[in-house]
């Protein structure tokens, strides 16, 4: 079983709809969640991160955490074609590093 | 632009030769992280420095795979004896607290 578990995809949303990802991680360790957003042959970029059981919203994009399921989530909100990359979860145990899931890749279509 | 630099930005080399790569921090950040990506899968962990302290190595890290951090500023990471299952992007994330922040990337392709 990997660590972190995410659909490869590709999620295929309409413009302006909710898109919604996925998470599951195996380590009861875990301490933070983080959601990296990459476009192709680029490098992650930092959308947000969680670390208490519930909701988290920043602008378009909510993280939702579920500890007890060892569930994290990701709701991109009036999706835009500009939201089109590969999305990735990653968490944080007490060792510090981030372990990484192998991404989920959205297509906003116009 | 994250304020982390990676250098250099791509590197093509012949089997067998050794490269090595830069990752500059965002001043203030204490921790150093150095990832591998392959096409199609998330960044893989090879070490992590705190200050000039390496903490953690993966087992992916072979002996042919070093890092430094010597004044707990810059690091580099030397790959010796390429290989071509070497070609990847090498990330750096560097972070102060909770938020990791990767430089640009360096990509390396071995012919």
């Known amino acids: 079983q990997k660590e972190v578990e995410q659909n490869s995809g590709p999620l295929s949303v309409p413009e302006g709809a909710i898109a919604s990802l996925n998470c599951t991680y195996s380590d009861r360790g875990s301490q933070s969640f983080f959601w990296y957003r990459q476009y192709s042959g680029k490098s992650p970029e930092l959308i947000m991160f969680i670390y208490s059981n519930g909701d988290k919203e920043d602008g378009r994009f909510t993280a939702q955490l579920n500890k007890a399921s060892q569930y994290v989530s990701l709701l991109i909100r009036d999706s835009q074609p500009s939201d089109s990359a590969t999305y990735l979860c990653a968490f944080q145990a007490a060792g510090n590093k981030l372990t990484f899931g192998g991404g989920t890749r959205v297509l906003v279509k116009p | 632009d994250t304020g982390v630099s990676q250098d250099p930005r791509h590197k093509i080399t012949k089997r067998g030769q050794n490269v090595t790569f830069r990752c500059d921090p965002i001043?203030?950040?204490?921790?150093l992280y150095w990832y591998r990506q392959t096409l199609g899968q998330g960044p893989e962990f090879l070490t992590y420095f705190q200050n000039e302290a390496q903490l953690e190595k993966s087992r992916l890290l072979s002996d042919r795979f070093s890092a430094e951090r010597p004044k707990g500023s810059f690091s580099t990471l030397e790959i010796q004896r390429t290989e071509q299952g070497d070609s990847a992007m090498y990330l750096c994330?560097?972070?102060?607290?909770?938020?990791?922040?990767f430089g640009q990337g360096t990509r390396l392709t071995v012919v």
């Open positions: 001043s203030e950040h204490n921790r």
């Open positions: 994330a560097t972070s102060l607290n909770t938020e990791a922040f």
